[in-house]
């Protein structure tokens, strides 16, 4: 598989992982609060469901800046031969690795303050916590609502600014001219 459609994929799960983990918590609240499903023997409870998207999308963005490292390295180093494009993509990232990194953060101490595992363990274990235990009542919460709408946002911004770039994977490969015939 090449790297660019690795790339495509890896980014249409980024955004799958990441519309499911800004939906679980409003699901949880307006749909049957404490409902859960039974899946393979395991019990998928919001909760889980919200910890499995953040555990995915957390490798995904760990892949994601890897991929990309050598695009930020290379453009800080000609910050001055930037235009303004490139530099607006950059500054982008850098929110977006900030308010992303902060909601993972402040997620996992979320998690481990509210006796959630966090992690494979969760999804084997069941991840049976009400969301009403791990309501929206303390600073960490706040803090990790705060920075995943942010990152939620601005990434919203950043897919926006490289747009073009997926739908250049819809399009047909264009057709090579025909070669010269040989004099």
């Known amino acids: 598989m090449n ?96 308010f992303m990194s902060a909601s993972i953060v402040t997620g996992i101490l979320w998690a481990l303050g509210t006796g959630v595992s966090v992690g494979p363990t969760s999804i084997i274990a069941g991840g049976t916590v009400a969301f009403e235990s791990v309501g929206p009542s303390s600073t960490i919460a706040f803090w990790h609502t705060f920075t995943s709408w942010m990152a939620f946002f601005l990434t919203g911004i950043h897919i926006g600014l490289h747009f073009t770039k997926f739908l250049s994977f819809a399009q047909k490969p264009k057709a090579k001219p025909p070669a010269a015939p040989a004099a």
Request: aromatic share 16%.
């Open 3 to 98: 790297i660019k459609r690795f790339s495509l994929i890896k980014d249409i799960l980024m955004f799958i992982c990441l519309i499911g983990l800004m939906l679980t918590p409003y699901l949880a609240r307006h749909i049957d609060i404490g409902r859960a499903w039974y899946f393979l023997g395991l019990n998928w409870h919001f909760v889980t469901w919200h910890v499995l998207f953040g555990c995915i999308l957390t490798v995904l963005f760990i892949i994601h800046i890897a991929i990309n490292f050598k695009w930020l390295a290379g453009t800080s180093k000609a910050w001055a031969k930037a235009n303004a494009g490139t530099k607006a993509k950059f500054w982008m990232m850098i929110l977006v690795c900030v």
